[in-house]
């Protein structure tokens, strides 16, 4: 469907009237390394990783402070977390500041 310009279309004015919160999208490491995102989105996202391995489910950035600490529990105990620091050599995740109690 990507190389229909009805859905591309539809996806492109979707992400600039209203950007969604979550987000699954193709992705092939080898085709697109970051989904089918436009260019001007791909910032406002992060991935999420499974067992460490990279997937094609985003969330956006401003959502993820909403996320309580319980919620990301869980999320970690089914073996997805946000993606990797890539500037820290240690590879720890990226720390966030969880609002909500």
């Known amino acids: 469907m990507t190389n229909?310009?009805?859905f591309k279309e539809a996806r492109l004015k979707m992400f600039q009237?209203?950007?969604p919160d979550f987000y699954y999208?193709?992705?092939d490491k080898e085709i697109l390394k970051f989904g089918l995102f436009p260019d001007k989105s791909k910032n406002d996202y992060a991935r999420i990783f499974s067992n460490?391995?990279?997937t094609c489910f985003y969330i956006k950035k401003t959502k993820l402070s909403?996320?309580?600490k319980e919620q990301w529990k869980a999320v970690e105990g089914l073996g997805y977390h946000l993606e990797e620091n890539k500037n820290n050599p240690e590879r720890e995740r990226p720390?966030?500041?969880i609002i909500n109690p």
Do not use: L
Request: hydrophobic fraction near 20%; proline fraction near 11%.
């Open 52 to 54: 460490g391995k990279p």
């Open 4 to 6: 229909f310009s009805h």
């Open 25 to 27: 999208s193709f992705c």
């Open 17 to 19: 009237e209203n950007p």
């Open 95 to 97: 720390k966030i500041e």
């Open 66 to 68: 909403s996320i309580s």
